[in-house]
C-alpha cells in the first residue's frame, strides 16, 4: 500500500542536535517542509557517507524551506557517542532524531522487525504533515543528497502550481508540463 498523502503520526521522541539533547514532536515539525532521512545504525559504513553528504547539502535545503531529520532506531545517547567519535559525523547540524521502540521507523514503514533496525528510507513530507514523496532501498545502497534536494524542489513546485508537473530530471526554471488530454493522446 502507498504511503503518498499519509499523515505523519503524532510522535515525541529525543534528538540530538547541535551538541544538546532536546524533544522533538510531530507538532514541531509542522508548517515548513521536511524530510524524514532513515538510516539502519549509528557506527556503520553507509550510513556515514550519506549523512555526511546530507550535512554538505544541508544549507541549501534550509535556504528552501526544508528542515532534514536523521532517524535511526539509536538512542539519543548512542547519536551523541557517535557524533563526538566521528569527524564526519561531527558535519551534521540537523537534528538526530532516536526511535529506539522502532515506533517512527513502524510509522513510515520501513521498520525491519527482525533486526530492531530501520530500512533506508527518505521521505518527503509536506506542511500539512502529509507524504508526497518517499523511496526505500537496500540497506547496502547509499542515497544521493542532491536527487533528493531536486525531488523536494520539484514536491515545493507541484504543491505551489497545481496545474503543472515536472519531468524526469526536472530542475528549477526548467519547462514544466501542464497536462491536459491531447498530451495524453486520448483526444
Not at 160 to 186: M, R
Request: hydrophobic content about 40%; some cysteine; proline content about 4%.
Amino acid at each position: 500500500m502507498s504511503l503518498i498523502n499519509k499523515d505523519v503520526l503524532d510522535f515525541s521522541v529525543m534528538a540530538f542536535h547541535n551538541g544538546e539533547f532536546k524533544t522533538i514532536s510531530k507538532e514541531d515539525t509542522l508548517g515548513k517542509w521536511s524530510v524524514y532521512f532513515f538510516y539502519p545504525a549509528d557506527f556503520t559504513f553507509v550510513c556515514p557517507t550519506e549523512l555526511e553528504d546530507l550535512a554538505n547539502k544541508y544549507k541549501d535545503f534550509q535556504e528552501i524551506g526544508c528542515e532534514i531529520y536523521s532517524v535511526s532506531c539509536d538512542s539519543h545517547f548512542v547519536h551523541k557517542a557517535w557524533h563526538d567519535a566521528s569527524k564526519t559525523i561531527q558535519k551534521i547540524t540537523y537534528p538526530m532524531l532516536a526511535d529506539p521502540t522502532g515506533v517512527l521507523a513502524r510509522s513510515f514503514d520501513v521498520m525491519i522487525e527482525s533486526d530492531g533496525m530501520a530500512e533506508r528510507g527518505s521521505f518527503i513530507v509536506n506542511p500539512e504533515g502529509k507524504i508526497v514523496a518517499y523511496e526505500v532501498i537496500a540497506g547496502n545502497v547509499g542515497r544521493n543528497a542532491e536527487e533528493l534536494f531536486r525531488r523536494v524542489q520539484a514536491s515545493q513546485f507541484v504543491a505551489e502550481h497545481g496545474d503543472e508537473v515536472c519531468p524526469a530530471k526536472w530542475q528549477p526554471g526548467e519547462k514544466t508540463l501542464k497536462p491536459s488530454l491531447d498530451l495524453v493522446g486520448l483526444i
